[in-house]
């Protein structure tokens, strides 16, 4: 039987998201639009498995096949990140991202050890030592953040703090920072300070295995990603480590954090490492970038304040305080129109996250359904027409349509 037979409640609001989906402009940076593979082997009848414990080694019976997607899955992570397994060790089994971050914390640090991450106004996530977070409430968490003026990092102050500090572990890695980063300048850093280096690669992970990111490997002694942003896979996460830290990350994860993995998710995860390994995902994840800059490129032109002037990934964060309105009003009179963005912080910024004075928009899910920098134009008139003009919602609704519609979703 169909769930529109079985469950006709579900069903409608199911269908009502694909249209909305479908006809709408999504610019949030950590949104995509995963294949019909992805999400065939997502709803497959894996989700009746329990299996844990690690390839030839569970804890129940039952798992031939289980066993074998899931050394897939390691294998093809390794790979999308030309990592040699002598030297590597993949762990698909994470949920998401945050789990992910707790367990590389947990498998060599102590409750009440120091870490040091980016502070969450300036970029970090709420995983990197927010206090009211778990692992900020268990761990002892120091910040670093972006230079007043370039709104950038600075690597010497970085290391400054570093040396004060003396975190046991460094993270670097961002939800909302536009630039490149350097991880050989942070593995310098870790090193001098003696402290691990945490890569969270979340945001950008497609965009490193695609070539438009320098890459944390060899640099730091853990990597670990979601795998539904630019990557365009279920959502989860993964970790990958040196070699010498794979009992220790896999004990953090089963039995430390979680039981069973979800291995529906886990096919679904292999199922994307094999998309990012075709060579076409290559000229998709430069095409995010292009996109991005095209986007900002028009942003400016029309006006808009992009803090630290620019991106070189897939986001960006657009400044609004010159136009007297907040990150939140800015997120709901786009929203009106149908463009989906979220409000989000600035360095420095006056207001609090749930306000903010900025917006956050990135371009992975446009890029997915084939648009170019010609749709950037369209798409940034449209954010000028909305903020700055206050043009008439009814048109530019109608527009955001007319556009959304011509690159139908799979
Ligand atoms: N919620 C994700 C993001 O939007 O960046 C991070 O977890």
Redesign the pocket.
Known sequence: MSISKKDPKIAKLISAEEKYENETIDL???ENYASLEVREALGSILSNKYSEGYPGARYYAGEIYVDQIEEIAKDRALKMFKLSPTKWHANVQPYS?SPANLAVYSSVLEPGDKIMGMKLDQGG?ITHGLPISFPGRIFDFAFYGVDEKTEMLDYDEILKIAKKEKPKLIICGA?AYSRTIDFKKFAEIAQKVNAYLLADI??IAGLVIGGAHPSPFPYADFVMSTTHKTLRGPRGALIICKKEFQKQIDRAVFPGLQGGPHDNQVAAKAVCFGEALDPDFKIYAKQIVKNAKALARELQGHGFKIVSNGTDNHLMLVDLRTLQITGKDAQLMLEEIGIICNKNTIPLDPEKPFIGSGIRIGTPALTTRGMKEKEMTIVAKLIAATLMKKEAKNKLEKEVVKLAKKFPLE
């Open positions: 949030i940076p950590s991202g996530h939800t979340s945001h």
